[in-house]
């Protein structure tokens, strides 16, 4: 959009639409950062949207490296990175004036919001913030992004709708409740 800040290293896939500073981010297709506010060091899932000045830390007030978290081992890890800011999963979205930690990890399907800095793993299929969070149950998730897909021309189909449920699956056991 007119007047974005777009710095090196900043991919932009298909169908996005990116306003606001940007800094060495990956957006996947379809999603969108249409509004003022800073994005650093950070990659973003398909179909994701981050609500009206969005904003992360991409650097640690201690310029230590940053620690992620690992699936793999079920634990926050060392990045080796001192730069470092919003891994989004497919689907998840935030809104105004939502702000991210250095390091933080959204999962598939996340409904982010409220004031005060979020922590650092967010699991898939959460839906809350500052105040806590609840389960984002999968008929909501099918109902938005049937609505996400049709403003876009798109059909919601079986397979989406069996990779969601797999993916809701496999992330229970992030999620309380």
């Given at each position: 959009k007119i007047s974005a800040k777009i710095?090196?290293?900043?991919?932009?896939?298909?169908?996005?639409?990116?306003?606001?500073?940007?800094s060495n981010?990956?957006?996947?297709?379809?999603s969108n950062k249409s509004h003022e506010g800073f994005l650093g060091n950070s990659v973003i899932g398909e179909w994701c949207n981050l609500g009206a000045d969005t904003n992360n830390s991409n650097l640690?007030?201690?310029?230590?490296?940053?620690?992620?978290?690992?699936?793999?081992k079920q634990k926050f890890c060392s990045t080796d990175l001192q730069f470092c800011g919003?891994?989004?999963?497919?689907?998840?979205?935030?809104?105004?004036?939502?702000?991210?930690n250095t390091g933080t990890v959204v999962g598939v399907s996340a409904n982010?919001?409220?004031?005060?800095?979020?922590r650092n793993?967010?699991?898939?299929?959460?839906?809350?913030?500052f105040s806590g969070f609840s389960t984002y149950k999968l008929p909501k998730v099918f109902d938005v992004v049937k609505k996400v897909f049709a403003r876009r021309g798109y059909d919601?189909?079986?397979?989406?709708?069996?990779?969601?449920?797999?993916?809701?699956?496999?992330?229970?056991?992030?999620?309380?409740g």
């Open positions: 710095y090196e290293g900043t991919t932009i896939g298909p169908n996005c639409k990116v306003a606001g500073e940007v981010v990956v957006f996947f297709g379809f640690k007030n201690t310029y230590d490296y940053v620690k992620l978290w690992d699936y793999s919003l891994i989004m999963g497919d689907h998840s979205k935030s809104g105004i004036n939502t702000m991210f982010v919001f409220g004031s005060g800095f979020l793993f967010i699991p898939s299929f959460s839906w809350g913030g919601f189909g079986q397979l989406d709708k069996d990779i969601l449920s797999h993916v809701y699956d496999m992330t229970k056991r992030y999620r309380k």
